[in-house]
């Protein structure tokens, strides 16, 4: 994901970003797919390679797709509402994906998990690439710089630098658990896969109003000073630390998804403001 997110950014900038978009979801519904018949350790090796270079195709174009068609003041807000969806598709997910690999085997949940997919690429068809610039005021310019151009401007940001930074230390947390929390749950609470799931699953619904109330404040604290954009994540992630404490430390139910909650809505939070702030 993370190796393939600038090239295709590259490629956002110069081609039709809706044919990229659809392209690269229909390639990575397939390697979903095809997760659940590897055979051995290096095909599912491959395939999930496969599947996060696929996706790294949605960020940058529908950002970007996003930009043009809202006004500057109106982006933390709407981007934040775009990337709220995968709140919504992490509980379907991980509570569907759980309850079939519980009954009908994790090849099962992961065939299942791609088919859909391929119908949202197809729907995706049906929208209008948005014209470059169009939310704008005056007269945007349309000029694409050179990839090494860009870098060296970027390299020259201390923004964007201490930006990034925040932003690495963030998905790095996330990431953990998203990839821990369920054998957590198994291992150390003894769960079963559909009790993991569900547990997760719901608890994402959290992360929704995280989204979507951190680029609202964002959106509506930078109207008086814009460094809000920067001060409104900044303290959600750190907020967000004592859900994760009670998450990983609790034995009691309650309390344990309780921290997972807050921990999700919390860092949920940072997202549409950070989004804005690149574009």
Not at 26 to 38: H, I, K, P
Not at 42 to 49: D, G, I, S
Request: charged share 10%; glycine share 12%; with cysteine.
């Amino acid at each position: 994901y993370a190796f393939m997110g600038m090239p295709i950014g590259y490629l956002a900038d110069r081609f039709n970003r809706r044919n990229i978009i659809v392209i690269g979801m229909t390639f990575w519904s397939a390697m979903t797919c095809l997760t659940g018949l590897a055979a051995n350790i290096w095909q599912l090796a491959v395939v999930r390679f496969l599947m996060g270079a696929g996706e790294a195709s949605s960020g940058p174009p529908s950002n970007t797709m996003v930009v043009d068609l809202y006004p500057k003041e109106k982006r933390p807000f709407v981007l934040a509402i775009l990337w709220g969806g995968v709140s919504l598709g992490s509980v379907v997910a991980l509570v569907g994906g759980g309850w079939v690999s519980q009954h009908y085997g994790w090849r099962t949940a992961f065939v299942w998990s791609g088919i859909p997919g391929f119908f949202l690429a197809g729907f995706l068809l049906f929208t209008k690439e948005p014209v470059r610039g169009a939310s704008d005021k005056g007269k945007a310019s349309l000029d694409v710089s050179s990839f090494w151009g860009t870098i060296g401007f970027l390299a020259t940001s201390k923004t964007y630098i201490f930006m990034a930074l925040g932003g690495v230390v963030m998905a790095i947390g996330m990431s953990s658990q998203g990839a821990w929390a369920v054998p957590f749950l198994i291992r150390v609470h003894h769960f079963n896969t559909t009790q993991a799931g569900a547990f997760l699953g719901w608890n994402r619904l959290a992360s929704l109003p995280g989204y979507v109330l951190g680029g609202y404040f964002a959106t509506a604290f930078s109207r008086w000073d814009e460094r809000w954009q920067f001060w409104v994540p900044a303290l959600a992630c750190v907020l967000g630390v004592p859900g994760g404490v009670f998450f990983l430390f609790s034995s009691v139910p309650w309390i344990m998804f309780t921290g997972y909650f807050l921990m999700s809505f919390f860092t949920a939070m940072h997202f549409g403001p950070l989004m804005a702030i690149c574009q």
